[in-house]
């Protein structure tokens, strides 16, 4: 599909794995006609290789929490204003073992709009 091919050229581009544990894949894409975010818990881990980082395979090279964004094209304001709404989260004490020991989406969503209100 379109937005795959556009995830993967974007992460063939740089990696985006923002910090140890949590990844935030984001591409544009004509499909798109308003911003698509999608977030994804790997309890066991996902590898994700980062250049002059970890060895594969060991533990900091896993990636627990993935952040998707797709957005669409031309709106370069709100793809910023999105993406630092993101880094505020993740910047957010607890947000990311929240979401890992999260036992429902709902759970996940309840904690997002807690930190949206401070």
């Not at 910090?19 to 499909?31: E, M, Q, R």
């Not at 896993?62 to 031309?74: P, S, T």
């Not at 004490?93 to 930190?115: V, W």
């Amino acid at each position: 599909s379109e937005a795959l091919a556009a995830l993967t050229e974007r992460e063939n581009k740089m990696n985006t794995c923002i910090k140890s544990g949590i990844a935030v894949p984001h591409a544009s894409c004509t499909s798109v006609t308003y911003p698509v975010v999608s977030i994804g818990i790997s309890r066991g881990g996902i590898d994700y290789e980062v250049e002059g980082g970890a060895a594969p395979d060991s533990k900091e090279s896993l990636v627990h929490l993935v952040i998707m964004i797709l957005f669409e094209q031309g709106n370069t304001e709100r793809h910023l204003h999105i993406l630092a709404e993101c880094a505020h989260i993740l910047q957010t004490p607890a947000f990311y073992q929240t979401a890992l020991t999260a036992s429902s989406a709902s759970e996940i969503i309840e904690k997002l709009r807690r930190i949206e209100e401070v």
